[in-house]
């Protein structure tokens, strides 16, 4: 079982950079994929960066450009770096990742970490 931790989150101006940390608590090449989703109030949880083990990674369309997801595997740690922020980037940001072990796909979640965007 996984634990995930999320970090980084804050209040920052637009225009304005972020990182986010997600400490990981089981070995990062038991993964399959990991990444980023977030979740706006009252809008339903969205897709924000993945990376697919191997190293492939998709973001949405939103953040293109702007956002950067990596790994640390000696930190055991999955990174998102946020650059160029815009209001509508508020959500809080959660940390998933899911496991391929005997036959079952395991998903895992962070908590979630806040992220606000204002002047």
């Known amino acids: 079982q996984a634990q995930l931790v999320e970090s980084g989150g804050g209040l920052v101006q637009p225009g304005g950079s972020l990182r986010l940390s997600c400490v990981v608590s089981i070995s990062m090449y038991s993964l399959n994929e990991m990444g980023w989703y977030r979740q706006a109030p009252g809008k339903e949880r969205e897709m924000v960066a993945v990376m697919i083990d191997g190293g492939s990674t998709n973001y949405a369309d939103s953040v293109k450009g702007r956002f950067t997801i990596s790994r640390d595997n000696r930190k055991n740690t999955v990174n998102l770096q946020m650059t160029s922020l815009r209001p509508e980037d508020t959500a809080v940001y959660y940390c998933?990742?899911?496991?391929?072990?005997?036959?079952?796909?395991?998903?895992?979640w962070g908590q979630g970490t806040q992220v606000t965007v204002a002047s």
């Open positions: 998933h990742v899911d496991q391929l072990f005997a036959g079952s796909k395991y998903d895992y």
